[in-house]
């Protein structure tokens, strides 16, 4: 098999390139023709799930039938979960915020958080709150929070939106800091979420005057009996509510309010990001597996688990701003596919155990193990073929002639070469590995990036025969964290 048909780019520019992952010693045609019905009646299924939001054997955690919402959130349309009303809902929030509010801290984790930390990432980098209003366009800074239940990093934020608030970082303003927090949890009542912002909300108020703080709460919409536990108290405080749709699971809601509320607040392009999500979700609508990047992907990933023993995914990057959706990446591959029994109740423990590197940084800390380890992993690389800004290496010290010889490249020349050696490397061991490639790292991009994987896993789930929008296994240890807790309160 040549080289070109073992990469798969879109009109986009967005590409699959899955040479070390298929062809000879690799994942083999062989082995996909095989499974050539099983890969039709997942196409199918999927195709069904975005027509009617129904996935056979998705139970929710109540054990009844539930929707899965996912594959419409990329489609703005009346009556959809995404409508033109709701996306210009978020960003007037957005644009309410410019110039007013100084700071936002959002509390969540897991689906929460994760995607939210994602455009963070890609779209304000490392150094935006540290950047003035302007160069923030006057979006306010932004904190996370609720990612943990950490004591020294919650007072160690609160402590710092202080300091911000002192007249000397707050321009000598007269008018009171304003603080606002925005509490995420579909749940309504995440003891990692809730309890970090009970402790900075009352800290912050306490603040007053030189503090302002308003909440707003992204959490599951449903009123009556089953409305959470942060809907009513939004409802009761008058905060502003957005929504976590029913049908959408943590895991999956980046494209829903839970990640549009951030990107409102830092001025991300919403739009943007879903048209990629929709690029993605279009390209992924034919039954060739060819041509369907989700399809082939989950493919080559299960049968690479399944007939050669690779039940190891290592994500990737290239990019230091990429870490998180590595990060995002775990909780989707872990929740969707880490499962004990298939649909039929039959006991498979199935899965891939994810991983989180970054290239180059890990090269010189996990590689060693990639390459002589043993062969159970995939490495599954995202590359950006094209940088905004790309210094040159200056040869700053002629006199050493090691340095010289690197310099007149550029950085991402320099990072590109260390990407191709380390693929090179790894498949002259028979390792497999694959890559994404991005065409420049930016909104639409990512959406199709973050589509796709949410996709596969949607595939993966047909193909292992799993659930794979549910996650029993997390209530094991909330089991005995509640009385736990209650235990501990009863004797403090
Ligand atoms: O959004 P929340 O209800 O607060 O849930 C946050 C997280 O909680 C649990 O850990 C679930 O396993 C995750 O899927 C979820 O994303």
């Known amino acids: 098999m040549s080289n070109q048909e073992t990469v798969l780019t879109l009109p986009s520019g967005f590409t699959f390139d899955y040479t070390n992952l298929y062809g000879e010693g690799r994942v083999a045609q062989a082995d996909v023709t095989a499974i050539t019905d099983r890969l ?7 195709e069904h799930m975005r027509a009617t939001g129904e996935v056979r054997g998705h139970l929710s955690k109540d054990g009844v039938p539930e929707k899965v919402l996912f594959s419409q959130l990329p489609y703005v349309q009346d009556g959809n979960l995404n409508s033109p009303e709701s ?6 929030f957005g644009e309410s915020l410019r110039n007013k509010v100084d700071a936002v801290i959002t509390f969540g984790i897991g689906g929460s958080y994760l995607g939210n930390k994602v455009l963070f990432d890609v779209h304000c980098g490392e150094f935006w709150n540290s950047k003035g209003s302007e160069a923030r366009q006057g979006y306010p800074k932004l904190f996370f929070s609720g990612n943990n239940i950490d004591p020294r990093r919650t007072v160690e934020l609160i402590e710092q ?6 007249s000397k970082l707050n321009g000598n303003s007269t008018r009171p800091y304003q603080v606002m927090l925005v509490v995420i949890s579909k749940s309504g009542s995440t003891l990692d979420t809730m309890s970090t912002f009970m402790v900075a909300y009352d800290t912050l108020k306490q603040a007053a005057p030189t503090i302002e703080v308003q909440v707003v709460a992204v959490t599951d919409p449903i009123e009556g009996a089953q409305e959470t536990l942060l809907h009513k108290l939004a409802a009761e405080e008058s905060w502003p509510i957005f929504s976590v749709p029913d049908g959408v699971g943590g895991r999956f809601s980046v494209f829903s309010e839970v990640g549009l509320v951030t990107a409102a607040c830092i001025g991300f392009d919403i739009d943007a990001f879903l048209a990629g999500a929709r690029s993605m979700d279009e390209a992924c609508k034919t039954e060739d597996i060819w041509h369907n990047p989700a399809l082939l992907n989950a493919a080559l990933k299960y049968l690479a688990a399944e007939n050669y023993g690779r039940d190891i995914e290592v994500f990737m990057p290239y990019a230091d701003y990429l870490k998180s959706v590595a990060e995002w990446y775990i909780q989707l591959l872990a929740e969707s596919l880490g499962k004990r029994n298939d649909r039929t109740g039959r006991e498979v423990y199935y899965g891939r155990t994810p991983i989180v590197a970054v290239g180059t940084t890990d090269m ?4 060693q193990q990639h390459q002589d380890g043993k062969h159970d992993k995939v490495v599954q690389f995202v590359q950006i073929a094209s940088w905004y800004t790309d210094p040159v290496i200056p040869d700053a010290f002629p006199t050493a002639p090691k340095l010289s010889e690197i310099a007149a490249l550029q ?3 320099a990072l590109n070469a260390a990407y191709e050696a380390n693929a090179a490397a790894l498949i002259s061991d028979n390792r497999f590995n694959a890559t994404f490639i991005l065409p420049i790292l ?3 991009h990512l959406g199709e990036l973050l589509y796709l994987l949410a996709l596969s896993v949607a595939y993966e789930g047909e193909l292992a025969n799993v659930d794979a929008f549910d996650q029993p296994g997390v209530e ?17």
């Open 364 to 367: 010189h800390a996990q590689t």
């Open 411 to 413: 950085l991402s020349q």
């Open 442 to 444: 930016g909104a639409f």
């Open 87 to 92: 996306i210009s809902r978020l960003k007037e």
């Open 476 to 492: 094991a240890y909330k089991r005995l964290l509640g009385p736990k807790l209650k235990t501990l309160k009863s004797n403090n």
């Open 161 to 166: 939106i202080k300091y911000e608030a002192s």
């Open 40 to 46: 039709q009646s997942a196409h199918k299924a999927i």
